[in-house]
């Protein structure tokens, strides 16, 4: 969702770093770049304000204009800046130790309430904790509908109670949690189109009867600053306690995400990323600095890697990537497990330096499958050692997959540019930042 601010960023900073010798008046010129390029973005223009301000103050300070490699600096100071802009830690929800524990879902009509308690629920049962979803947005029958078929899509239990009241159908679903021993409670609240009086007053009775653990705002990132304006109100009428940032997969410029937490001055703890029920993500402000400065982000997708295929084939595709000895065979490992973790181009735009690489590449699921296909007409010899296919091997390989020499042919060029890639990245340095911010300089 980033993709513009970060191509302007990267494109400020390479200019900075071209720089031998920085001036005040370079990186007074690269503030007012990344200023504009905030403000692009929708970011709120105080806190764009505040933001270079306070990196500026930083970057004139002597010792980084005295220091070896000025320009990676300021990198680092801006990716610094981010971070706290973005809250600094990563805030954790609520722990599920009681029974049950209770969070409250709330936000405007069409924010993706209803989804995220299905994803709260998916996340819960796989940590082996029983949920109950229920069903307090009476207003449209359809809603209510929509909650039962998402709780039956992944096997929890829903409640609701006929011809009740919000505040009533919550207080009786914590009674029967506590019955049943049911260890999260997550309540799908009624939204509007606008924040209003009546709606505020009822989230708030909501609040007093069952003194929920977490109260969470779902912001659509799309909405740009009404999603921060909404997130204020939000948080001075209810008190939230975190903010659940949701449709980041989409084409929203990022202002929100940047500002919220300044703005609305309560912490994100949550990306939702896809309509799907497992895109949930927790919310790593430093991650997703490094994100926004095309700095990539492994270990979110390693972590992604590690809940969908097992550990030891995440090591073994992690530590070949990096030593960029990634062959045939690999390949046809890894397209397997990759499928299940997602669309192919939102993974790679993880990869530190990957994102602009998979611009234009268009991987779409039949590609993969004749991919696939030409990979296993290969022998082993051939997938471990691409080098050796000659013309008739080549003719070989395509009679046997029913392809034509020609597929053959593109799926090797592709195969070397992506090792090539991949062997650029692996030798990549970032020179000038601390530990662990750059993965492959820790
Ligand atoms: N792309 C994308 N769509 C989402 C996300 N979260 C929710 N949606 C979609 O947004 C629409 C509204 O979501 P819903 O949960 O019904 O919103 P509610 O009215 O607040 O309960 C639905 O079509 C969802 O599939 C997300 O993170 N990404
Ligand atoms: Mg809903």
Redesign the pocket.
């Known amino acids: 969702m980033f993709g513009q601010l970060t191509d302007k960023l990267e494109s400020v900073f390479k200019k900075l770093r071209g720089t031998g010798i920085l001036t005040e008046k370079n990186i007074k010129d690269a503030m007012r770049q990344v200023r504009q390029a905030l403000l692009e973005a929708d970011v709120n223009y105080k806190v764009a304000k505040q933001f270079v301000k306070s990196v500026e103050q930083k970057a004139v300070g002597t010792d980084v204009l005295k220091s070896i490699e000025p320009g990676q600096q300021v990198v680092k100071i801006v990716h610094d800046e981010l971070v706290a802009l973005l809250g600094g830690k990563a805030e954790p929800l609520a722990a599920i130790d009681k029974s049950p524990t209770v969070y409250m879902v709330c ?1 405007l ?8 308690v299905g994803k709260l629920a998916l996340q819960a049962k796989r940590k082996n904790k029983k949920s109950l979803m229920v069903a307090a947005d009476i207003y449209r029958p359809a ?1 209510v509908k ?1 909650l039962q078929v998402l709780a039956d899509s992944i096997q929890v239990e829903h409640f609701y109670v006929e011809d009740a009241g919000p505040q009533k159908i919550c207080a009786e679903a914590v009674k029967h949690a506590r019955k049943d021993f049911i260890d999260l409670v997550i309540l799908d609240t009624a ?1 509007r189109l606008h924040t209003d009086d009546e709606l505020m007053a009822e989230l708030q009775e909501i609040k007093s009867a069952v003194k929920p653990d977490e109260i969470l705002l ?1 912001a659509d990132a799309m909405t740009g600053q009404d999603a921060v304006n909404i997130a204020r109100e939000f948080n001075e009428r209810l008190g939230l306690t975190g903010v659940a940032l ?5 084409d929203a410029r990022g202002g929100a995400a940047l500002s919220i937490r300044q703005v609305a001055g309560c912490p994100i703890k949550l990306a ?4 799907k029920l497992s ?1 949930l993500e927790p919310f790593h402000p430093d991650r997703m600095a490094s994100r926004i400065l095309g700095m990539g982000d492994i270990v979110s997708l390693v972590e992604k890697a590690e809940e969908t295929m097992d550990m030891e084939k995440a090591a073994r595709m992690q530590e070949k990537l990096l030593k960029s000895k990634f062959d045939f065979e690999d390949f046809l490992e890894q397209m397997g497990q990759l499928k299940k973790m997602g669309p192919l181009d939102s993974l790679l735009g993880m990869i530190p330096g990957m994102g602009k690489a998979v611009k234009n590449v268009q991987i779409n699921e039949r590609d993969m499958e004749r991919m696939v296909a030409i990979i296993k007409s290969m022998t082993v010899e051939e997938r471990r050692n691409p080098s050796i296919i000659d013309g008739s091997r080549k003719k070989r390989i395509a009679r046997g997959s029913g392809n034509s020499v020609q597929s053959v042919n593109q799926l090797l060029k592709q195969f070397h540019a992506m090792q090539k890639m991949i062997g650029n990245i692996g030798k990549m340095k970032f020179p000038g930042f601390p530990k662990g911010v750059s993965p492959f300089n820790p």
């Not at 009509?109 to 995220?116: A, E, H, N, P, V």
């Not at 949701?246 to 989409?250: H, V």
């Not at 939702?272 to 309509?275: A, L, N, Q, T």
């Open positions: 936000g009509q069409g924010s993706g309430k209803t989804t995220l809603a929509q939204g779902v949701s449709k980041l997969d989409g939702s990323v896809g309509e895109e």
